[in-house]
């Protein structure tokens, strides 16, 4: 089994219970709002969450007015749960978009992408050539003065997730990663305390590309 299948068995394994026993479920992604209200966007851009799971942060931007938005797992199961979630509560048909951030093959051929958010993904990619593929679908698909926001397990963070191994940052080594046509707009360490109680030191960063 290639390594692609096997950590979508992972995690499809993961999300098959309900959201607020997940980890890493977050009620009001408060955080993640303030800064991607700094980046003032028209509310038709096209908004990209990679490694969405079945995150609430949707609904956010839904509920703020956004209208454009794309998501992105390696679990066909999370985002089928999302989907209907959505749909739903909000009457809107989520584009969900079953792709391996290290090996794309439907999201590297997106339209230009006005805003990247992950808040999940970037930290498991352990080897050098993953960051690279990871980085380099940024470089690709982001539009000239679009943004990226990247939430990561922070170097004091925890170690493992979901039982896999983590590679943790500070907002330097993703600057290095991005690249000099990208801007540090705001960064900051924020611990999330996840459902069982359990501190998550975090950092936060917005990008801008030039």
Sequence with gaps: MNNSRHLKKH???????????????EENPTQTMQLIEECK???NVRILNVGVGTTT?????LDTGYTNLLANDLSDLALEKLKERIKKSHNYNLNCITDDLTDPKELQNLEPIDLWIDRAVLHFFLKEEEQTAYFNLIKKI???NGYVFIAVFALDGAEKCCGLDLKRYNSDMIQNSLGSDFQLINSFNYTFINPFGGERPYVYTLFKRQ
């Design 57 to 61: 942060l949707i609904d956010s931007l």
């Design 11 to 25: 995690w499809n394994k993961a999300y098959n219970k309900d959201d607020n026993q997940l980890g890493w479920f």
């Design 142 to 144: 982001v539009a000239k």
């Design 41 to 43: 966007l028209e509310t």
